[in-house]
């Protein structure tokens, strides 16, 4: 079980899907380069932009991604998978089955917070 506490420390974003290719010796991999919103910190305010290493790639193309919005856990712990950094993740629903990206059904701007 988790707590409401632990859930809250989750920074679930809507983000937009810049870049996509395969990951050369994997089936199933994509390199995802996504832009999560924008750093204000910064100004002007720049994109903030990550990469994400993502095993859809039975289910979708590269092609089939660019442009989406998706939802990601934008401050996850950076993995690295076949020598790529992972830095977050994108949510996907499966019911044993192929897996479906969860997307805003709406427009919705680029590093909303789900909450």
């Known amino acids: 079980m988790v707590s409401?506490?632990?859930f809250q420390k989750l920074d679930l974003r809507v983000a937009k899907v810049l870049e996509a290719e395969r990951?050369?010796?994997?089936?199933k991999l994509i390199r995802l380069k996504i832009e999560v919103g924008e750093d204000n910190?910064?100004?002007p305010p720049e994109k903030m932009v990550?990469?994400?290493?993502?095993?859809?790639?039975?289910?979708?193309?590269p092609e089939q991604l660019i442009g989406r919005e998706i939802v990601v856990v934008n401050n996850l712990e950076?993995?690295?998978l076949m020598g790529l950094e992972s830095q977050g993740m994108l949510l996907a629903a499966s019911d044993g089955g192929e897996p479906v990206l969860l997307m805003p059904d709406k427009d919705v701007s680029v590093g909303s917070q789900v909450k």
């Open 4 to 6: 409401y506490s632990d």
């Open 50 to 61: 990550k990469q994400i290493v993502a095993g859809i790639g039975k289910t979708y193309s």
């Open 78 to 80: 950076p993995r690295s």
């Open 23 to 27: 990951v050369v010796g994997s089936e």
């Open 41 to 43: 910190c910064k100004s």
